[in-house]
């Protein structure tokens, strides 16, 4: 097994199975756990109505399935985490390992092997700083840009497919509701 796929039924830090709670870093040194993440399922949030929340998920979950099967067809050669890190690439600005890192939400190490892969895909190419020698930081290559743009371009087709079966009225909603995401 390599750092990006998990294996059914292994405990992650910061995730909970039946009778167990493992906490995550922060929670392990702050002896806290998140207590919204422990809520039984069907637990209303202070200020969410139950309805509102249910169908929220229910639409949220239609939207990540078109969003997952745009690209599911790269599943066999390139797996989420890498698809994650090569967008991330393409729309950051000046990224480094370490940038990488934290916005993926995993250590240098593993960030700096998932590179490497990346790296022998022909995908991203490490280069130096223009202002300092030492300091590498991650392009994409002509083929990763091409694929960058391409894995947008499915997911924006799913996208616009699914949001051509709600009304005018319900677009902007979830256009201005999302946009409140983002912004907020």
Excluded: F, H, Y
């Excluded at 890498?82 to 950051?92: E, K, Y």
């Excluded at 940038?99 to 022909?122: E, N, Y």
């Excluded at 083929?143 to 677009?171: F, H, K, M, N, Y």
């Amino acid at each position: 097994m390599n750092q990006d796929t998990v294996q059914l039924g292994a405990a992650q830090p910061g995730t909970v199975r039946p009778g167990t709670v493992e906490p995550g870093p922060v929670q392990a040194r702050t002896g806290q756990l998140d207590q919204a993440r422990l809520a039984p399922k069907g637990a209303q949030r202070p200020g969410v109505a139950a309805t509102d929340l249910e169908r929220a998920e229910a639409g949220l979950s239609v939207l990540l399935e078109a969003w997952q099967r745009a690209i599911e067809e790269l599943g066999a050669m390139l797996p989420p985490a890498q698809v994650r890190a090569l967008l991330i690439v393409d729309n950051g600005d000046r990224l480094n390992v370490t940038g990488l890192a934290r916005m993926l939400g995993a250590s240098p190490s593993a960030t700096s092997r998932l590179c490497d892969r990346l790296v022998a895909a022909g995908l991203l190419a490490r280069v130096p700083a223009a202002a300092s020698r030492r300091e590498i930081l991650l392009e994409l290559t002509e083929s990763g840009q091409r694929l960058a743009a391409w894995i947008q371009d499915q997911r924006r087709t799913a996208l616009a497919q699914v949001l051509e079966t709600i009304s005018p009225g319900g677009r902007a909603d979830l256009t201005r509701g999302l946009s409140e995401v983002v912004l907020g």
